[in-house]
């Protein structure tokens, strides 16, 4: 199969969009398929050597939210590009430009569109709207998202959740369930990997982290909808208690400023630690930083964050919520809590007993094991073929003949 993947977030971005693309090409091509990727211009990037197969729009940054960017909708000369790729199907990423051009362009070419739904827009309207109208944002988002996708010919969910959610909007393409995996070995002991002892010590040192001291870790976007402040409110207490506990965040985000003034507020400015956008390269390396992960966030469409630190045999504390609900079971695999104030006698259980903490190790380290890279790309790969299959021209599509829509994109 030659597959094109539209997606408005890539190398070298860092976020669980970009992770997952980069997953399913590697894993696809692995099994002998052709991947091409179409994306946003990246002024990272800097001239240096871009993934192979990869075609970029010009893009800016998203008004709303400028840590990402937006491309233009559509270029003629990428446009052609494409036509001559043999596409078998088209897999959009994204509701935006991208996944408007990549709508376009399946009906230039007269093939089918699956598309993955990420993101819970219903969390993130308050970027646009600023905490004004929430019932009539919260509609618009469920809006937005039931035309999109009825407008393609089918979806991937990587959770039940976000599934069920999909039905709940009026949804009525056919929906696969379909974890997105992670790439075991990268964060597995062996692959602590390249990082030795020494180095993982002058870390510790860079960032301020005794030799002793124990590390409750988050890694991921700095952001309102991540409940970070939820966590930061309720450490106090137990980092008096537990001296010599350090919270760090590696990551970046719009609300790094909030989380910062609640920690100085809450006595603890000192031992919450800021480490920044790190390369992606370098992330296992803070998991083997890590005592804890934690997370408070009810926003994850699955939340690969938690996988990852299970494959690094870290225990995670997380906020019960559908989301991880094939991933932690409390008391198993790692553990829940329903309420904030909660957090502090979780991680006395975890960091205070240390057969209850190998235990959970264990357990989690099987479910990680599940969700490999290797098996997304195959199931993906079946979802591909499905889709391919069944699909037939709609009206509007006859309507909106290949050779009307070549003439007007082409």
């Known amino acids: 199969m030659v597959a094109g993947i539209f997606t408005d977030t890539f190398y070298p971005e860092i976020n669980g969009v970009a992770t997952s693309v980069a997953l399913l090409k590697r894993e696809l091509e ?105 019932h009539l944002s919260s509609e618009m988002a469920k809006l937005f998202s039931r035309k999109f996708c009825n407008t393609c010919d089918a979806i991937v969910t990587p959770t039940e959740k976000t599934r069920d959610l999909l039905l709940e909007y009026s949804v009525d393409r056919p929906i696969s369930v379909i974890p997105t995996g992670i790439d075991i070995e990268q964060f ?51 980092m008096r208690a537990n001296p010599g506990t350090k919270f760090l965040l590696v990551g970046d985000g719009p609300w790094k400023g909030e989380i910062e003034a609640l920690a100085r507020a809450g006595g603890i400015g000192g031992s919450v630690i800021f480490a920044g956008e790190r390369p992606w390269r ?52 790692g553990c829940l809590f329903d309420e904030d104030a909660e957090i502090p006698g979780k991680l006395s259980a975890i960091l205070g007993d240390a057969p209850f903490r190998e235990r959970l190790v264990s357990g989690a380290l099987g479910i990680a094991a599940q969700n490999s890279s290797a098996q997304f790309a195959r199931s993906i790969a079946a979802a591909y073929e499905d889709t391919i299959r069944d699909w037939r021209p709609t009206w509007k599509e006859h309507i909106l003949s290949k050779k009307v829509m070549q003439k007007i994109i082409l």
């Open 30 to 134: 692995k099994l002998g398929h052709t991947v091409y990727v179409v994306t946003c211009s990246n002024p990272a990037l800097k001239g240096g050597a871009d993934v192979a197969n990869t075609f970029r729009l010009p893009s800016a940054p998203f008004l709303f939210l400028p840590s990402r960017r937006m491309a233009v909708l559509y270029k003629k000369s990428v446009a052609r590009q494409i036509k001559s790729l043999g596409l078998d199907i088209i897999h959009t990423n994204t509701e935006f430009s991208l996944g408007m051009f990549g709508k376009l362009m399946a009906a230039a070419l007269n093939k089918p569109v699956i598309h993955t739904y990420h993101t819970l827009y219903e969390d993130y309207v308050h970027y646009i709207t600023k905490g004004k109208f929430p």
């Open 282 to 333: 370098d992330i296992a390396k803070f998991y083997k930083l890590g005592d804890v992960f934690i997370s408070a966030s009810l926003s994850e469409t699955q939340g690969l964050t938690f996988i990852e630190a299970m494959a690094a045999g870290l225990p995670v504390l997380a906020k019960r919520d559908r989301s991880v609900e094939k991933l932690i079971y409390d008391g198993q695999t």
């Open 188 to 238: 597995s002991g062996a692959a602590a990997g390249a990082a030795g002892a020494a180095e993982l010590a002058a870390l510790r040192g860079e960032l301020g982290i005794g030799p002793g001291d124990k590390v409750i870790l988050y890694v991921g976007r700095l952001a309102k909808e991540k409940n970070i402040d939820g966590v930061v409110s309720h450490l106090p207490g137990y």
